[in-house]
């Protein structure tokens, strides 16, 4: 069997999408290469727009080919995106006579030939969901309504939480399979003492530490857990009537620093200016992947408060590293986490402080939380999503 792939994010490791990309492929080849026979194996077709993020799955086995096909337009924009996933990808993919095709993303691909069967992995909704902050000029309302068809016309969809597939229902009228997936395999091991100290010597944190990060974009929320840590501070400055708040743990925020584009993407050095706490706070900006294990592990818990998740990566990322987590029971989050994490208001801010000061502060509370999360996460692996999403193709 013919089984092509759109793994155009491998060049963009560092998104959710680029992430999915690498660990599925990889964990699809290994599973081929070992459940099969030489003579039984599927072909596996990598079609790409240029070999940049290859070289990140290692050396490929016989049966997996890579087919580029670089558009003429060089410009690395919506445009390009567009005519490359509309027109470019389905020729390639026709060309290359395939069985089943996966879109390993929700785009605007469409495969008309009957003879190949198309699988769409949908994400999120966030375009629909987020609507006047996300679709800010025709090229993006372009680009999502056709997404939106190639959606609607994919044969077969795949979504990554029973969240999501009742958002394409709502949105598209559309039923979904539902295959979980994962994170990387980098946090399947929990960063030792050693590794912790590694990190925090890095970025220059000393001492107690709470942690959020997953990225910086407005429904992400992180506003919310700034307001509540500075309730915290001025908590802690009332109780001691001192004038200076007793030590409390640092406020370390991760994600890629981007204020020219507020309100889309939250500016925490002005609100934490603003707020007069830029003295309590530690600001990494872009975190490198191998340093993430580290920094989860060593905080004290790990807030959340996002407004809307497809699945909730950072949430998993977190519980492997048997880290307490503090979230929210919006979208997909209580799909994955259950009841093996402490949930707040989103944007009430009194309740997140509230929170984050009964970890802090209660140790036997914080181990509860840490150790009921490290359970949930063994739920999750790459080698479930493939085998799900196997039967799924009934391969």
């Known amino acids: 069997m013919r089984i092509g792939i759109n793994a155009s994010y491998l060049r963009k490791p560092s998104t959710g999408i680029g992430q999915v990309t690498v660990h599925f492929l990889r964990e699809l080849i290994k599973q081929d290469s070992v459940e099969k026979t030489e003579e039984a194996k599927n072909e596996i077709i990598l079609f790409t727009e240029d070999r940049e993020g290859i070289d990140l799955l290692g050396e490929l086995p016989r049966n997996v080919t890579i087919k580029e096909s670089l558009p003429n337009y060089k410009r690395d924009d919506l445009i390009r995106k567009l005519w490359w996933e509309k027109y470019t990808l389905p020729r390639e993919v026709s060309s290359q006579s395939c069985d089943i095709f996966l879109s390993l993303y929700q785009c605007p691909t469409k495969i008309e030939q009957k003879e190949t069967q198309h699988f769409m992995l949908v994400h999120d909704l966030i375009p629909e969901k987020f609507a006047k902050e996300y679709l800010n000029n025709s090229r993006k309302k372009i680009y999502w309504q056709q997404t939106k068809a190639g959606i609607i016309a994919a044969p077969k969809i795949i979504a990554v939480s029973q969240n999501t597939a009742q958002d394409i229902k709502d949105v598209t009228g559309r039923e979904s399979n539902v295959a979980h997936i994962s994170v990387d395999p980098i946090f399947d091991e929990i960063a030792d003492k050693r590794e912790v100290q590694r990190v925090k010597d890095k970025f220059a944190i000393t001492g107690d530490y709470i942690y959020t990060g997953g990225g910086l974009e407005l429904r992400k929320n992180v506003q919310s857990t700034i307001l509540a840590y500075k309730k ?30 507020a309100p889309l993407w939250t500016d925490v050095e002005k609100i934490t200016t603003d707020l007069q706490i830029r003295e309590h706070v530690k600001i990494l900006g872009h975190v490198p992947q191998g340093d993430l294990p580290g920094l989860y592990a060593g905080a004290q818990c790990f807030i959340f408060p996002s407004l809307y998740e497809g699945f909730g990566m950072p949430v ?33 801010v009194h309740d997140i402080e509230s929170k984050i000061t009964s970890l802090v502060v209660d140790e036997s509370l914080r181990e509860a939380y840490a150790q009921k999360g490290y359970d949930q996460s063994k739920k999750f692996a790459w080698s479930k999503t493939v085998r799900s999403m196997r039967q799924i193709f009934e391969v």
């Open 316 to 348: 998993l990322e977190a519980m492997k590293q048997k880290t307490a987590v503090i979230t929210v029971r919006t979208s997909s989050i209580p799909e994955i986490c259950r009841e093996s994490v402490l949930y707040c208001e989103p944007k009430d």
């Open 232 to 261: 915290l501070i001025d908590a802690k400055l009332n109780q001691t009537g001192t004038g200076q708040p007793e030590k409390i743990p640092t406020l370390v925020i991760s994600g890629t620093l981007m204020p020219q584009l």
